[in-house]
């Protein structure tokens, strides 16, 4: 037996669609054969993991919270891709982003301003894309691999946050734990809908960095240049675009948007530093821009679907007992799913049974 | 005897790196970018880990990291060779389905004593003073990444097949043309470096630190994606880098319990910030890095038929 792929004449337009839902069924599917192998209910487990926190108000504000840093870094994600420049160190850019926001609640707690809350937010940007500019100006002087460099930067960002918040941000009233001074009530992003839940602005960041992505991207000559230079460089260049500077463009867009969701993330969610501050959102939001094809629309619905994995993960850490780690294979298995599914979007797929009968029905006819 | 002792300890540290790394190499050579050795060494981990611990034989967990190395690259290989997906993200995927994996899969193991791969003593070989120790009184692993680079070196230069496949990694579509099978080829070679990151994360849960932790390879197959550059995709140059990185992260380790007056987090990066100085070192002069990367690393192949 054996798979070949015929070209297709023209891109599926139906498959471009279908395929990111053919994924995601088949990911239940995998999902379902592996809760039966641990020995639960699939049912049971599906519905706990997926269904039950969309039955609640305040679960669908925490699917809000932990969909706005995806989309935001994803969104950013998606630039790069699309131009062909692999950041895959969001993690990191969200973890800079997070600490230079945090310098005026954690070194200037006594400054109080309403000024507070918008440089933080300002600043965070800044620090992402600042430490985004690293891998772009080792890429663009120095023609190093981007997809390494922006990956070991991750590991030094998170040594360096572990390093401040046991060493000088250690919070002095903190009884020695590993956490800095809580922020101040004027550093804290306000909640959008108080009543009902958590949410807070960083879900409104995310839904206007979508929308003002998805407007350049379509409508702008900047939008242009990225895919065509994503595409071929060489076209790009006798178009008179330089690739040089979209690796600038892309690294600190996306940089400054992961900044961005780091100081939101520790200012709305969290309150206060501390060495985890991602349950690995910079990774997870690889999946969602690839889910999302790249597009800054179906990346804030596919946000909401990996946010409602790590939802899911926690809830059915409680209610049906299995581990944690069970958020991060389905979000392993969706990317699987989605990549291959994709291939139906410019490839026929046949299934050849036996070389052998081919042969031998060219003879026939 | 002190510097006998680091240049131990620094063995152990660069072997997992050179093992993964000389199977990446491989995997290169032949045209395709596997960025999944993170998640294979990790998947390889615990798959020598818990089959040491349901046998009691080390050996028997070597083979099972071996084993789950290459099986789980074969998913990459069936992806990109098959579905011809994008490698670059594809192999992201593969890190991400094995970091949740292994972690789920080695939940009930944390905490257990492992199971060490016992060093081999070699009559009179052993006794020669500090080389002695040093090169004939290690572990199996050891040995093997030593047959590793001798072997890989005549096979990819010497041997006709290695020549097709460095052909393979050049221009798939002429190796096509000549009839040689450009998608067979190049699975063997996905699941040769998915055996060696296998193998280089058996060597860390059975030789280096004997016990089962999670994310255990922290970064060790990102190391070892970023040692093939630095070689510029020769089997010598991996050897001698592997070693190099093996020495940072053991004296980062020494200066540590030196007591030295920098944060330990600051020594911990240096391994991280070496592979970013060393990547910028090699891939400064444009034109070495070019001549030597195979032509058609990383681009998809679609026969016509």
Redesign the interface.
């Known amino acids: 037996m054996r798979?070949?792929?015929e070209?297709r004449p023209q891109v599926s337009k139906l498959f471009g669609f279908v395929s990111p839902l053919l994924a995601l069924v088949l990911t239940l599917v995998a999902g379902s054969i592996m809760f039966a192998l641990l020995g639960k209910d699939p049912v049971g487990a599906l519905n706990a993991f997926f269904v039950e926190p969309l039955l609640e108000i305040w679960s669908l504000h925490e699917l809000a919270i932990k969909a706005a840093p995806l989309i935001l870094i994803a969104v950013g994600l998606s630039v790069c891709y699309r131009s062909n420049n692999?950041n895959?160190g969001a993690e990191g850019q969200f973890t800079i982003g997070a600490i230079a926001g945090s310098i005026l609640p954690i070194v200037f707690y006594d400054w109080h301003s309403p000024l507070v809350l918008p440089l933080m937010l300002i600043m965070g940007a800044i620090g992402g894309a600042l430490f985004a500019a690293i891998p772009a100006l080792?890429k663009a002087h120095?023609?190093?691999?981007e997809?390494?460099?922006s990956?070991?930067?991750v590991?030094?960002a998170q040594?360096?946050l572990?390093?401040l918040i046991?060493?000088a941000w250690r919070d002095p009233k903190g009884f020695n734990f590993p956490v800095s001074r809580d922020f101040a009530p004027e550093a804290v992003l306000p909640a959008i809908w108080e009543e009902s839940g958590r949410a807070h602005w960083a879900f409104i960041f995310a839904i206007l960095a979508a929308i003002l992505v998805w407007f350049m991207m379509r409508y702008t000559l900047k939008g242009f240049e990225v895919v065509v230079l994503g595409q071929s460089e060489r076209a790009g260049r006798f178009a008179g675009f330089s690739s040089r500077r979209m690796i600038w463009f892309s690294f600190l867009l996306s940089g400054a948007l992961a900044g961005l969701a780091g100081i939101s993330e520790v200012s709305g969610s969290i309150g206060h530093l501390q060495p985890a501050i991602s349950p690995g959102y910079g990774?997870?939001a690889?999946?969602v821009a690839?889910l999302g094809r790249l597009n800054p629309l179906g990346i804030t619905a596919s946000g909401l679907v990996l946010a409602l994995t790590y939802l899911g993960g926690e809830a059915a850490q409680l209610s049906i007992g299995v581990?944690d780690?069970?958020?991060?294979?389905?979000?392993?298995?969706l990317?699987?799913f989605v990549?291959?599914c994709?291939?139906l979007i410019f490839?026929r797929?046949r299934i050849v049974w036996s070389r052998v009968q081919v042969v031998t029905g060219k003879v026939a006819q | 005897m002190i510097f006998e002792a680091i240049l131990l300890t620094v063995i152990t540290a660069a072997t997992p790196l050179v093992i993964a790394a000389f199977g990446e190499l491989v995997t290169e050579r032949a045209g395709v970018l596997n960025l999944g050795v993170e998640g294979m060494m990790i998947m390889g981990a615990v798959g020598a880990f818990a089959a040491a611990q349901a046998t009691g034989s080390p050996y028997i967990g070597l083979l099972a990291g071996i084993a789950t190395g290459a099986v789980f690259s074969l998913l990459f290989g069936f992806l990109t060779l098959t579905l011809v997906t994008n490698q670059v993200a594809t192999g992201l995927a593969l890190t991400i389905l094995g970091l949740g994996a292994s972690g789920m899969l080695g939940e009930s193991y944390v905490g257990i004593p492992g199971i060490k791969v016992p060093q081999i003593y070699i009559p009179y070989l052993s006794d020669i003073p500090f080389i002695g120790p040093v090169l004939f009184h290690q572990d199996l692993v050891f040995y093997l990444s030593i047959a590793l680079v001798i072997g890989i070196n005549w096979f990819l230069f010497k041997s006709r097949r290695g020549l097709k496949l460095r052909a393979i990694g050049d221009n798939h579509s002429s190796a096509h043309a000549l009839g040689i099978d450009v998608i067979r080829t190049r699975y063997l070679a996905v699941m040769f470096g998915g055996a060696c990151a296998g193998l280089a994360g058996a060597q860390l849960s059975l030789v280096y630190t004997p016990q089962w932790v999670e994310n255990m390879a922290a970064g060790r197959g990102w190391i070892a994606l970023a040692l093939v550059v630095f070689a510029s995709w020769r089997p010598w140059r991996v050897l001698a880098g592997g070693y190099l990185f093996g020495a940072v992260s053991i004296g980062q380790l020494h200066a540590q319990a030196f007591g030295i007056g920098i944060p330990s987090q600051f020594l911990s990066m240096l391994p991280y910030a070496a592979t970013i100085v060393v990547l910028i070192i090699i891939s400064h002069n444009r034109r070495t890095t070019l001549i030597n990367t195979p032509a058609s690393l990383g681009k998809a192949f679609v026969p016509d038929r």
């Open positions: 798979i070949e792929l070209k692999w895959i080792l120095f023609n190093t691999n997809i390494l460099t990956l070991m930067l590991y030094i040594l360096f572990d390093w046991r060493g990774f997870t690889i999946i690839f581990s780690k069970v958020t991060r294979v389905f979000q392993g298995l990317l699987f990549l291959s994709d291939t490839y797929i």
